[in-house]
């Protein structure tokens, strides 16, 4: 079927196509011993850039093939266990210890790695299947199956279903957000029992590093706490370098978190400095007419008490808030509670843009440089509509690294790579 030269002769279904380096059906070819053979035939060398991209991206769909094909191996290794005289409990122990020494790896993780394909074969098999057709990577899988353990059977069938098929499209951490998001949103009153069991859990965790170092956790905060104490190391952080400080901003954070705590001497910023929060919400949900969640940028969706009481008790410090439409989502107003409000035009593009609206990247769009997407300096004018909010990395990497990007009509943006590909994102909520 494949011809070992430079052009090869790809075969699949009815067409054929001559090609050099990366033949041009690849992305049809499901994952399987055909793609395999195509795959290992292929001389990356021989491939443009482009092409090396969606070489790339078929080997992630085979990977994702042969471990759907491993995780139910290893269901069927313990299929293989004689139950006679065991518990199911000691047959899933012994299957354990199979897979532990048979894979040269620890009791847990193989003990991590058996849970993982009993609920893709058990609970999600919509999901497994997803991932034997190279359709998510075990990455996604997992954050699909973590985050949907603590429902019910048909609960995480209708919460899966209801986000599978644009999983591909989304990183782990918008996959989460959309799965709390869903979530809450089909059952207000348990996302409210299970966010008060955890804020019950709150507690400060210490532990030593095998390199003499040590972490210092806060954990099962409230997460606008969270937001806002974050933010406010980070501002007197900017402060610090902007005053010639030569510390990285991470040993600059970590210093100030250690200097507050130890009630020493910031040497600029005032200690009562508020950090911002940024809170997304309905108008209904705000006067207590409804229960859906809130967003915090950043961190993602929030219980609507929450929502609700950043709205009610941030007084002291800045908070950005924004009024979205219930039905459609879409922003209707937004506005800051400072008595120097941001430039209108500011104001506009991270209402209607919550995050760096760059592929991926969840970075706060008051975090972010407001980019122009034609360079002022060619056109001497500013205008709303071709402002965005892009982090200092990825605005860095659209004038200097060959990333540029262009509006749609449906509020998204494309982004193109300097290999050509084409992508397409919102910096609106997952």
Avoid at 192 to 220: C, F, H, I, P, W
Avoid at 325 to 333: K, L, Q, R, S
Avoid at 339 to 357: D, E, Y
Wanted: net charge negative; charged share 25%; hydrophobic share 40%.
């Amino acid at each position: 079927m494949i011809e070992h030269m430079f052009a090869k002769d790809v075969e699949y279904g009815s067409e054929t196509a001559v090609v050099v380096g990366a033949p041009s059906n690849l992305e049809e070819i499901p994952p399987g011993y055909v793609l395999a053979a195509v795959l290992d035939d292929i001389d990356i060398n021989l491939c443009s850039g482009y092409d090396r991209v969606r070489v790339l991206q078929a080997q992630e769909r085979m990977r994702s093939h042969y471990a759907a094909r491993s995780y139910h191996t290893m269901t069927k290794v313990m299929d293989a266990i004689d139950e006679d005289d065991m518990s199911a409990d000691i047959v899933e122990e012994a299957a354990v210890s199979e897979v532990a020494a048979a894979l040269r790896i620890t009791r847990r993780a193989a003990d991590v790695e058996m849970s993982l394909a009993l609920e893709l074969q058990r609970r999600l098999p919509q999901v497994w299947d997803a991932l034997l057709e190279g359709k998510v990577d075990v990455r996604r899988a997992r954050v699909l199956v973590d985050d949907t353990l603590h429902l019910s059977f048909a609960h995480a069938q209708e919460l899966v279903a209801g986000v599978l098929a644009d999983a591909a499209q989304l990183t782990t951490g918008q996959l989460r957000a959309r799965l709390r998001k869903l979530g809450i949103q089909a059952d207000p009153d348990d996302a409210k029992k299970r966010y008060e069991g955890s804020l019950q859990d709150r507690r400060l965790v210490a532990e030593v590093n095998d390199t003499g170092t040590a972490n210092l956790l806060g954990m099962d905060l409230p997460p606008h706490a969270v937001a806002s104490i974050k933010r406010r190391i980070h501002k007197l952080a900017l402060q610090l370098r902007n005053a010639g400080d030569t510390r990285s901003l991470d040993q600059l954070r970590a210093d100030i978190y250690t200097d507050i705590l130890l009630e020493r001497h910031t040497p600029v910023g005032s200690p009562t400095d508020k950090g911002v929060v940024d809170i997304r919400v309905d108008l209904l949900t705000l006067v207590g007419l409804a229960d859906n969640p809130g967003d915090l940028a950043g961190y993602g969706p929030v219980i609507a008490d929450i929502a609700r009481q950043v709205a009610e008790h941030q007084r002291d410090g800045e908070w950005r808030w924004t009024l979205v439409d219930p039905d459609t989502g879409m922003p209707i107003d937004g506005g800051v509670t400072r008595r120097r409000p941001t430039a209108a035009q500011r104001r506009k593009v991270t209402t209607l843009h919550t995050g760096c609206v760059h592929p991926g990247c969840r970075m706060p769009a008051h975090d972010c440089d407001i980019d122009h997407r034609k360079p002022y300096s060619e056109t001497g004018i500013t205008f709303a509509d071709d402002l965005a909010p892009l982090c200092r990395h990825h605005h860095m990497l659209k004038h200097h690294g060959g990333w540029s990007y262009q509006p749609l009509l449906s509020g998204d943006f494309e982004f193109t790579s300097p290999l050509g590909h084409r992508y397409t994102t919102s910096g609106r909520d997952p």
